[in-house]
Each structure stands twice: as structure tokens, then as C-alpha cells.
């Protein structure tokens, strides 16, 4: 290694102790900023400001005596950072702490074994991470990143910190931070950060939560947050201000715990806007701060309990699959229409289950309803035959479900028949044998399959009464075969 700096001198003798050397005026916070102390700015930083990767890599490494009774660190702030810091495979038993520095080179970690590492409010092109493990956490909180993070197959004890980070990817084809198969043993914080490409964490566990407050993830026409087969334990915040300029997808994934989403999530150019099929979830709260803009799936999902709000369900909404054992948010009407939304037409299983709810939470009447709105659903799929039928049964007896129908119709044509057979009595075909004429007796026997009174045998209408005589027995068979096989419906065993 070359002769030290002063500026390298003064790091290295500090190292011992973990002291931090301060190599130039820099606020906490300001890492975005434009001007000559901002990191975004640091590539003009002079050689009074500058430290080469090699030297730093040499002290994590232990090159420096540190004696004992001391707790040895890198501590550097404002400094920029010449050279690539590349420890790849390698163990590194001190902590590494950046505040506001440049660094001309991504930084490789690759498969190393590290204490805690805090890169705050600098400015790095990329970071790449890929099956390192942190004894600790890593912080890249405040930072600018131009270049992917990749942290893929990483392991981290206690955390992943990104909270105010700004990471644009190299190009459109790649991720802004890319986490495949990571582990977190502790919180996962991308508060208020703003992702411009994305972030894959297909894969991944995070024990402690994982919490999106804020944060802006960017990728118009493809995935901005890939997540299939993720497990969060504790809770995933998407709220307070959050916004998805792309799909969400979660396929596969499970949440032990909440998952919260009322922030803004649009992706109409792509298949799915929100992908969570075949997940679970122990409570979902979806109440995004406006409509989701593209279809959501929840298909094949299991929820404990659903929370939404009828005012930004999204016009589109797949729901075949489905299962929940609690819903808060709509009523029996909302809801049914909330089942229906389905841009492929029909689908039985959300209504079956809807009415299971109903059921479960002792509203008999919901269920009922529910499964009326199924078969007025399920009839606009069959053929002129069957939907001429289903009109039928459903006029007669609300498809078995609304049995008074039947009762409210014969009540009707009985009246109707009383009055007109009243005024028009039919002849008797033995007048020595037959009993007197009954307007109301003779009128229940044409309704009924099988006369109650006998009159209809002995009693001939004329004329135009004879036509009403045929519609009332018509009538009679109709409204009895749509009760019989409404019966059926409802006492068959669900």
C-alpha cells in the first residue's frame, strides 16, 4: 500500500478507539442537496477530503494493531471515498460507519461476514451484497444510490435500514434493490425512501416486519414490489403516504400477522395491479387512499379478517378462491356486489362463500340473499332454455328463497278466478248429479295438481272463461314444480 495521507493518517490512527474523523463540514440530512459540501457533490471533493477504499479495507480487515480494551471501528464522515471497497468472501470484525460521504465505486461485499454496517446520507453508485452475513444491521439510511442494492441470499441479525433512501437502478431492465431469498432477523425499515426501478424480495423472511411509511417505489409497466412466497413476521405497513407506480405483487406470500395498504397503488398497463393470490394472511386491512387502478387478484387467498372500504374497491377484483372467517367494512348489498366484480363474468365459489360468512355469523337472511344473487348471476351464462327457466323460478319462488312468492301468486289468480267464475258460472255436465256451484272451491281445484273438491270434474267452462280455465291449471303446475324444486334447492345439504 502506497504512503498515507493526512487525511488517511488521521483515520488510521483513530481506528484503535472508533473515533470519528471528520474530513469536512457536512449536515445529517442534506445528502441530496446540491452544493460543494453535499456527497451528491463529493466527486469535487480534493485530496484533503479523500480516503482510498484500499486503506479502509485494510483496517476492517484487522492490518492495524488496535492492543486491547478498546472497541476498534471506521468512523468517517464527510470524506469521499476513492477506489473500490471490495471485501468479497472475506470476515470482517469491525464496524464500518459512513456519514455523508462519496464513494466513486460501488461497494462489494459478496459473501463476507461483517459486524454493523451504517452508510448514512452518502452518495454511492450501487452496493452489491449478494449472501453476506451482518452481525448487526445495515443502514443505508439518507443515502443516494445510483446503481442497484443488491442484497440477495443476505442474512442481517439485527435489521435492514433504509428509511429516506433514494435508489435509481442502472437501467430499466433492473431492480432497485434486489433482496431475493434475504433474511432479516429484525425490522425491515424502507420509510420514506423513493425505489426508481423497484425491489425484489421474492423469497425472503423478515422476522421483525417490514414497514413502507412513506415510501415510493417506481416501476410504470412492471413490478414495483416483487415479493411471491415472502414471509413477514409481525406486520407489513404500506400506509401514510405510500405509493406503488407499478404492480405489487405477493403471490404465494405470508403475512403472520397485519398487512395494511391505504396508500396509492396505480398499474393499469399491467396484468395485475395488485397480485396477492395464494396468500395468507391473518388480517388484511385494504383501504388504499384511492381506487387501485388496474384489476386486483385475491384469488385462492386465506384472510382471517378483511377490512375494506366499499368507496375504493377497484372496478376489477378477482375473488374466485377466496376464503375468510371475518369481514368489517360493507353490507349485505355492497358486498354482493363486491363479489361480482370479476372481469371474467361469473364465478359461484366468492358468493358460496360470502353466504358461508352470513352463515357462520347467524344472518340465515344474508345467506339466503346472497345465494339469490348467485343464481340471478350464474343465469346470465346459460343458454335462452335455461335462462327462461331460471326467469321462471325465480318470479314463482325467488328460486326456493322467497317461498311466499309462490303463495303471494296463488292468492292472485284465486281471487281472479273466484270473480270471473262468479260471473261467468260454467255449466254443469250432470246438472241431476252435480252440487252447487262453488266460484272459489272450483277456482282452488283448477290451481291445485290434484282437486281438493271435486268440482272441477263436474263443472265445463265456456267461451272465453274455457282459456282462463286452461292458464289457471297451467298456472297451477308451474307454481308447483318452481316450489318442489325450490324446496329441493334449499333443504338440499350445502
Known amino acids: 500500500m502506497r504512503r498515507l495521507t493526512?487525511?488517511?493518517?488521521?483515520?488510521?490512527?483513530?481506528?484503535?478507539?472508533?473515533?470519528?474523523?471528520?474530513?469536512?463540514?457536512?449536515?445529517?440530512?442534506?445528502s441530496r442537496a446540491a452544493g460543494a459540501n453535499a456527497p451528491t457533490d463529493g466527486h469535487t471533493w480534493g485530496r484533503e477530503r479523500s480516503i482510498r477504499a484500499?486503506?479502509?479495507?485494510?483496517?476492517?480487515?484487522?492490518?492495524?494493531?488496535?492492543?486491547?480494551?478498546?472497541?476498534?471501528?471506521?468512523r468517517l464522515r464527510g470524506a469521499r471515498i476513492t477506489g473500490q471497497l471490495a471485501i468479497v468472501g472475506g470476515t470482517i470484525p469491525h464496524q464500518?460507519?459512513?456519514?455523508?460521504?462519496?464513494?466513486?465505486?460501488?461497494?462489494?461485499?459478496?459473501?463476507?461476514?461483517?459486524?454493523?454496517?451504517?452508510?448514512?446520507?452518502?452518495?454511492?453508485?450501487?452496493?452489491?451484497?449478494?449472501?453476506?452475513?451482518?452481525?448487526?444491521?445495515?443502514?443505508l439510511s439518507g443515502s443516494n444510490i445510483t446503481g442497484t442494492v443488491r442484497l440477495n441470499r443476505a442474512q442481517f441479525e439485527s435489521g435492514?435500514?433504509?428509511?429516506?433512501?433514494?435508489?435509481?437502478?442502472?437501467d430499466d431492465e433492473d431492480w432497485a434493490l434486489y433482496a431475493n431469498a434475504a433474511v432479516v432477523d429484525s425490522g425491515t425499515y424502507l420509510r420514506n425512501a423513493d425505489f426508481a426501478g423497484g425491489i425484489d424480495l421474492i423469497g425472503s423472511r423478515l422476522n421483525g416486519g417490514l414497514f413502507l411509511e412513506g415510501a415510493t417505489l417506481r416501476s410504470p409497466g412492471k413490478e414495483a414490489l416483487a415479493a411471491d412466497n415472502m414471509v413477514v413476521e409481525d406486520i407489513m405497513r404500506c400506509t401514510d403516504g405510500f405509493q406503488a407506480l407499478g404492480c405489487i405483487r405477493l403471490r404465494g406470500a405470508r403475512i403472520n400477522g397485519t398487512l395494511s395498504l391505504n396508500g396509492i397503488v396505480r398499474s393499469p398497463d399491467t396484468r395485475y395491479a395488485l397480485h396477492a393470490s395464494h396468500m395468507e394472511i391473518r388480517e388484511l386491512y385494504l383501504k388504499p387512499a384511492k381506487p387501485i387502478e388496474g384489476v386486483v387478484t385475491l384469488a385462492h387467498s386465506t384472510v382471517g379478517t378483511l377490512h375494506d372500504d366499499r368507496?375504493?374497491?377497484?372496478?376489477?377484483?378477482?375473488?374466485?378462491?377466496?376464503?375468510?372467517?371475518?369481514?368489517?367494512?360493507?353490507?349485505?348489498?355492497?358486498?354482493?356486489?363486491?363479489?361480482?366484480?370479476?372481469?371474467?363474468?361469473?364465478?359461484?365459489?366468492?358468493?358460496?362463500?360470502?353466504?358461508?360468512?352470513?352463515?357462520?355469523?347467524?344472518?340465515?337472511?344474508?345467506?339466503?340473499?346472497?345465494?339469490?344473487?348467485?343464481?340471478?348471476?350464474?343465469?346470465?351464462?346459460?343458454?335462452?332454455?335455461?335462462r327462461a327457466w331460471g326467469r321462471l323460478?325465480?318470479?314463482?319462488?325467488?328460486?326456493?328463497?322467497?317461498?311466499?312468492?309462490?303463495?303471494?301468486?296463488?292468492?292472485?289468480?284465486?281471487?281472479?278466478?273466484?270473480?270471473?267464475?262468479?260471473?261467468?258460472?260454467?255449466?254443469?255436465?250432470?246438472?241431476?248429479?252435480?252440487?252447487?256451484?262453488?266460484?272459489?272451491?272450483?277456482?282452488?281445484?283448477?290451481?291445485?295438481?290434484?282437486?281438493?273438491?271435486?268440482?272441477?270434474?263436474?263443472?265445463?267452462?265456456?267461451?272465453?272463461?274455457?282459456?282462463?280455465?286452461?292458464?289457471?291449471?297451467?298456472?297451477g303446475w308451474i307454481l308447483a314444480t318452481a316450489l318442489i324444486a325450490g324446496a329441493t334447492r334449499i333443504l338440499r345439504p350445502q
Not at 54 to 70: H, M
Not at 97 to 105: A, F, I, T, V
Not at 442 to 466: H, K, M, N, S, V
Open 54 to 74: 484500499e486503506v479502509i479495507a485494510q483496517l476492517l480487515l484487522g492490518a492495524r494493531d488496535t492492543g486491547s480494551g478498546s472497541a476498534p471501528a471506521v
Open 393 to 475: 323460478l325465480d318470479v314463482a319462488v325467488g328460486y326456493g328463497y322467497r317461498p311466499w312468492l309462490a303463495g303471494m301468486w296463488f292468492t292472485l289468480l284465486l281471487t281472479l278466478g273466484t270473480i270471473v267464475f262468479g260471473l261467468n258460472p260454467p255449466r254443469a255436465l250432470k246438472p241431476s248429479e252435480s252440487p252447487d256451484f262453488n266460484a272459489f272451491a272450483y277456482t282452488f281445484d283448477l290451481l291445485l295438481p290434484i282437486p281438493a273438491f271435486g268440482q272441477r270434474e263436474l263443472f265445463d267452462p265456456g267461451g272465453w272463461t274455457q282459456w282462463l280455465a286452461y292458464g289457471l291449471v297451467v298456472s
Open 311 to 386: 368507496a375504493t374497491w377497484p372496478e376489477k377484483l378477482r375473488l374466485n378462491g377466496l376464503t375468510y372467517h371475518r369481514l368489517r367494512g360493507s353490507g349485505v348489498t355492497q358486498r354482493i356486489d363486491w363479489v361480482r366484480r370479476d372481469p371474467e363474468g361469473f364465478r359461484p365459489q366468492p358468493y358460496e362463500q360470502l353466504a358461508a360468512w352470513y352463515l357462520s355469523d347467524g344472518n340465515d337472511a344474508l345467506a339466503r340473499r346472497t345465494q339469490l344473487a348467485k343464481l340471478r348471476a350464474r343465469r346470465q351464462t346459460q343458454g335462452l332454455g335455461g
Open 96 to 139: 464500518l460507519n459512513l456519514s455523508g460521504c462519496h464513494l466513486d465505486e460501488p461497494i462489494r461485499f459478496t459473501d463476507s461476514t461483517t459486524r454493523t454496517v451504517r452508510l448514512t446520507d452518502c452518495h454511492l453508485p450501487g452496493l452489491s451484497g449478494g449472501g453476506m452475513r451482518v452481525a448487526g444491521h445495515l443502514s
Open 6 to 30: 493526512k487525511a488517511e493518517r488521521r483515520l488510521w490512527n483513530a481506528f484503535p478507539t472508533g473515533e470519528t474523523v471528520e474530513l469536512g463540514p457536512f449536515k445529517i440530512g442534506t
Open 160 to 170: 435492514l435500514w433504509l428509511g429516506g433512501t433514494k435508489v435509481v437502478a442502472d
